[in-house]
Structure formats: C-alpha cells, structure tokens
Nanobody, 128 residues
Framework: VQLQASGGGLVQAGGSLIVSCTASGGDLRNYALGWFRQAPGKERDFVAGTSRSGGTRYADSVKGRFAISTDFFENMMYLRMNGLKPEDTAVYYC???????????????????????WGQGTQVTVSS
C-alpha cells in the first residue's frame, strides 16, 4: 500500500485542523493504522492508532483533543485535531501495518517499528 498525507498547515493555538491520508494499492480494511509526528530535533512519536477491528488508542498528550478515523469507501484515514497547542507543531505521518486473518485484530500498535508503510508527512504548525 502507498500512503500520502495531506492537509497540514498553519493554525492558531486553540484552533482545529484535519490531516488526511490517502491510500492506494491496498485496502485499508486489511491494516492497522496509525498517526505519528516528529517535531524538529526530536524523535518520531506515536499520536493515535486504530486496530483492524476498529479499536483506538491515543498518546496521553493528545487524548480528548485528537481523533483518528477512517473512510473505507474512500480508502482514507484522518486525524482530526482540536484545541491545538504550539507543542503540537510537527510533521505528521500516517502509517499502516498489514494484519492478516491469523493475527490479533484487536491490537493497536504504537511503536513506529510496528509499521511497514509510511506516508511522506505533512507539516502542522501551531502559532501562539
């Protein structure tokens, strides 16, 4: 599967933004999905993820503000971000991991090493 993230931009603190990830060459229903972010000079960190069975998991820093969702008809995934803070400024990446019939569909993966497929990233900048 090939992933392409989009929708980043500049937003004021307290504002909202939705970043999108378009998939091609694979059906997102067959994958566990995730969003990660990397701020300048820092490592890439887990933000949100969804298991193949639809469970979700969030980093503590975004819990209650961000929401991951999917549109299997359009073969897309989204990250809705509300109450944005300057510390949310980063490049946001979407990621996917194949989950086969014999695997545990309930696992939500939070390590970047768990994911095989990555989008190119989209910049989100939050001004204070």
């Amino acid at each position: 599967v090939q992933l392409q993230a989009s929708g980043g931009g500049l937003v004021q603190a307290g504002g909202s933004l939705i970043v999108s990830c378009t998939a091609s060459g694979g059906d997102l229903r067959n994958y566990a999905l995730g969003w990660f972010r990397q701020a300048p000079g820092k490592e890439r960190d887990f933000v949100a993820g969804t298991s193949r069975s639809g469970g979700t998991r969030y980093a503590d820093s975004v819990k209650g503000r961000f929401a991951i969702s999917t549109d299997f008809f359009e073969n897309m995934m989204y990250l809705r971000m509300n109450g944005l803070k300057p510390e949310d400024t980063a490049v946001y990446y979407c990621a996917a991991r194949t989950v086969s019939h014999g695997d545990d569909w309930t696992i939500t993966y939070s390590s970047e090493n768990d994911y095989s497929y990555w989008g190119q990233g989209t910049q989100v900048t939050v001004s204070s």
